[in-house]
Every structure is written in structure tokens, then in C-alpha cells.
Nanobody, 122 residues
């Protein structure tokens, strides 16, 4: 059984920064890829960034150059550093334990955290 707990969401002004954390329990963390998703009101959940078990990263075009995903396997934690935040980054952010398809696309798994709210004011 795996549990994921996100933290770090807050209200911030446009141009500001936040760091989200996703801490996992259970032994599957080190062997798994992790994805950060977000869901804004009235919109579908979208993949923002992912990191493989070896540290290879991928980003959505909308956050490339502003967000950085990283992992600390010793702490079973994945981070999402978010800089130059924009009002359109406002959403609930979720982490997910998953893997990759053969074409390299992130494949979401069944384990999700409860989400953390990020609100960016203009």
C-alpha cells in the first residue's frame, strides 16, 4: 500500500515562487516514476511534470523553464519548485505514482495524494 501526501500550496502573488512536496510511504517509491498533475476549476486534470526513478524529467510546455521537479529517494519525497508563477497556474496540485509507456510518455498509476491548493493572484 502506498500513501502520498502533498504539502506546500499557498496563496502567492504573480511572479512569486512556491515549492511543493510529495512524501510517499511504502516501498514502491524508489522503483516508481512520479508525476505532478494539476486541476483548475472547470478544467481537466493535466500532467505538469514527471520524473523517472533515475531522475529523468519531463515538463508540460506551459511550465517549461519555470518549474523544476526533483526527487530525494532517501526521504521518499518529490519536489516541484515553481518560479515565475502566473495566475493561470492556480489549481489543486496532485502527485501520482506511476511509470512510463514505451514511447516515453508518463503513465499515471492508481495512487494519488489528496492535493494541495496553489492560488496565484494578479
Amino acid at each position: 500500500q502506498v500513501q502520498l501526501v502533498e504539502s506546500g500550496g499557498d496563496l502567492v502573488q504573480a511572479g512569486g515562487s512556491l515549492r511543493l512536496s510529495c512524501t510517499a510511504s511504502g516501498s514502491a517509491f524508489r522503483a516508481s516514476a512520479i508525476g505532478w498533475y494539476r486541476q483548475a476549476p472547470g478544467k481537466e486534470r493535466e500532467l505538469v511534470a514527471s520524473i523517472s526513478r533515475l531522475g529523468t524529467t519531463n515538463y508540460a510546455d506551459s511550465v517549461k523553464g519555470r518549474f523544476t521537479i526533483s526527487r530525494d529517494n532517501a526521504k521518499t519525497t518529490v519536489y516541484l519548485q515553481m518560479n515565475s508563477l502566473k495566475p493561470e497556474d492556480t489549481a489543486v496540485y496532485y502527485c501520482n505514482l506511476g511509470g512510463y509507456y514505451s514511447d516515453g510518455a508518463y503513465r499515471g498509476g492508481n495512487y494519488w495524494g489528496q492535493g494541495t491548493q496553489v492560488t496565484v493572484s494578479s
